[in-house]
T-cell receptor, first 114, second 110 residues
Framework: SAVISQKPSRDICQRGTSLTIQCQVD?????MFWYRQQPGQSLTLIAT?????????ESGFVIDKFPISRPNLTFSTLTVSNLSPEDSSIYLC???????????FGPGTRLTVL | DAKTTQPPSMDCAEGRAANLPCNHS???????VYWYRQIHSQGPQYIIH???NNETNEMASLIITEDRKSSTLILPHATLRDTAVYYC???????????FGEGTQLTVNP
C-alpha cells in the first residue's frame, strides 16, 4: 500500500483567507483524489487530479474555490479559497496504489474557519 | 455505481466475531465490493475487496452471496480498536470515484 502524508494536519483560519493543503505520496501514482468530510457526515469527492492534466471536479465543486495542482506523480495540493465557516471540514487526499485499483487515504487535514 | 445499504449501527462484544452486512442489489457484473473503515477523525483505511469469490486477509473476511446482491464483512475476533465506521462501497473500475454512504458505526464493547 502507498504511504501518504498531508500538511498541515490541522489549521485554524480566518474568514476570507485561503489554506493550501499538501499531499505527498511515497511512490509514483497516476491518480490522486481530494475528498471533503464535513462534521458528522460521510466523505464527498471534490475532484480527481491526474498529473499533466486539469483536475476533474465533481458537481458542486468549482476550480475557483478549490484550485488543485499536480506538478508530479508524488505530490498534489488543494487550496480552499475565500474561506467561510461552512468550509470547516476534514480534507483528505487519496491515491490509487499498491499495484492495484485500491485507493489509500492520507490522515486528513482538519480545517476550522472562524 | 451501485448503491449500498448498511445498518447505521451495530454492537459487538470484544473477542467475538463482528458480522457487518451490506446490501447492493443493483450491482452489475463488473463491479467490485470494497470495504473501508474510518476510526474517529482519521483517514479511511482499506480493509478488503472482492468480485465474486469470498476473500480473506489478515484483517477480515468478505463473504459475497452467490447472486452478488449482498455481502458480509467478518472481523473474526473484534477488539476495542475495531470500533469505527465501516463503509461498503461498490465500484466498477480503476479510477472510479468512491461514493461513501453513511456506513455502519461498529462499537466493540469490553
Amino acid at each position: 500500500s502507498a504511504v501518504i502524508s498531508q500538511k498541515p494536519s490541522r489549521d485554524i483560519c480566518q474568514r476570507g483567507t485561503s489554506l493550501t493543503i499538501q499531499c505527498q505520496v511515497d511512490s509514483q501514482v497516476t491518480m490522486m483524489f481530494w475528498y471533503r468530510q464535513q462534521p458528522g457526515q460521510s466523505l464527498t469527492l471534490i475532484a480527481t487530479a491526474n498529473q499533466g492534466s486539469e483536475a476533474t471536479y465533481e458537481s458542486g465543486f468549482v476550480i475557483d474555490k478549490f484550485p488543485i495542482s499536480r506538478p508530479n506523480l508524488t505530490f498534489s495540493t488543494l487550496t480552499v479559497s475565500n474561506l467561510s465557516p461552512e468550509d470547516s471540514s476534514i480534507y483528505l487526499c487519496s491515491v490509487e496504489g499498491g499495484g492495484g485499483d485500491t485507493q489509500y487515504f492520507g490522515p486528513g487535514t482538519r480545517l476550522t474557519v472562524l | 455505481d451501485a448503491k449500498t445499504t448498511q445498518p447505521p449501527s451495530m454492537d459487538c462484544a470484544e473477542g467475538r466475531a463482528a458480522n457487518l452486512p451490506c446490501n447492493h442489489s443493483t450491482i452489475s457484473g463488473n463491479e467490485y465490493v470494497y470495504w473501508y473503515r474510518q476510526i474517529h477523525s482519521q483517514g479511511p483505511q482499506y480493509i478488503i475487496h472482492g468480485l465474486k469469490n469470498n476473500e480473506t486477509n489478515e484483517m477480515a473476511s468478505l463473504i459475497i452471496t452467490e447472486d452478488r446482491k449482498s455481502s458480509t464483512l467478518i472481523l473474526p475476533h473484534a477488539t476495542l480498536r475495531d470500533t469505527a465506521v465501516y463503509y461498503c462501497i461498490v465500484i466498477e473500475t480503476s479510477g472510479s470515484r468512491l461514493t461513501f454512504g453513511e456506513g455502519t458505526q461498529l462499537t466493540v464493547n469490553p
